[in-house]
T-cell receptor, first 120, second 116 residues
Framework: DQQVKQNSPSLSVQEGRISILNCDYT??????FLWYKKYPAEGPTFLIS?????DKNEDGRFTVFLNKSAKHLSLHIVPSQPGDSAVYFC???????????????????FGKGTHLIIQP | DTGVSQNPRHKITKRGQNVTFRCDPI?????LYWYRQTLGQGPEFLTY????????KSRLLSDRFSAERPKGSFSTLEIQRTEQGDSAMYLC??????????????FGEGSRLTVL
């Protein structure tokens, strides 16, 4: 049972344009959401996060939007740069521990990832 | 480098052999996590420690898997009688728990296991 879903395995965007990566979740107990970026042969690195009390968080070129009613979040990258080419994972956690979250206390439940390709 | 360190980075073994991976977390982090990532999947939670106590184990962690964190610092993950299905990237992550939960985990570069 996939509790965090990234339905686009890959996304190709032209350099300088906006990249929009989407993520859906099913567990209502999730209250903190994160995006991680992963290059080949490296571990995931934290990019940006958002608490469920907010609907937007911005950090430079990266903005995360959260729609709690739709259980949907998205990551916007603008403008997209060649170095942004990587696999992006959406992850969620529950502050109040739930065995149903599958992630352990304060652990994270990840989606399958979206491979973002920035074309010159 | 004061990040999360894992070794070996890559291990090739024959089916039925035992393997052990080591993780050195960021020194001030009291929580340590093990995840497994297979091709085309996101990282999947295996187990976590708070200091030396193993507080939760995933259903993915079969009896052939054992993890320890004897002194609350480094951790080892041992897989006994490896099977081809164990081939994956094993990721270690750490964080400082007990503070305001940001949820952010700091990951190591992973240990890739190939079982022939």
């Amino acid at each position: 049972d996939q509790q965090v879903k990234q339905n686009s395995p890959s996304l190709s965007v032209q350099e300088g344009r906006i990249s929009i990566l989407n993520c859906d979740y099913t567990n209502s107990m999730f209250d903190y959401f994160l995006w991680y970026k992963k290059y080949p042969a490296e571990g995931p690195t934290f990019l940006i996060s958002i608490s469920s009390i907010k609907d937007k968080n911005e950090d430079g070129r990266f903005t995360v939007f959260l729609n709690k009613s739709a259980k949907h979040l998205s990551l916007h990258i603008v403008p997209s740069q060649p170095g942004d080419s990587a696999v992006y994972f959406c992850a969620a956690s529950a502050v109040i521990r739930s065995r149903n979250s599958g992630g352990g206390a304060d652990g994270l439940t990840f989606g399958k990832g979206t491979h973002l390709i920035i074309q010159p | 480098d004061t990040g999360v360190s894992q070794n070996p980075r890559h291990k090739i073994t024959k089916r039925g052999q035992n393997v052990t991976f080591r993780c050195d977390p960021i020194s001030e982090h009291n929580r340590l996590y093990w995840y497994r990532q297979t091709l085309g999947q996101g990282p999947e939670f295996l187990t976590y420690f708070q200091n030396e106590a193993q507080l939760e184990k995933s259903r993915l962690l079969s009896d052939r898997f054992s993890a320890e964190r004897p002194k609350g610092s480094f951790s080892t993950l041992e897989i006994q009688r490896t099977e081809q299905g164990d081939s994956a990237m094993y990721l270690c992550a750490s964080k400082m728990g007990g503070t305001a939960n940001t949820g952010e985990l700091f990951f190591g570069e992973g240990s890739r296991l190939t079982v022939l």
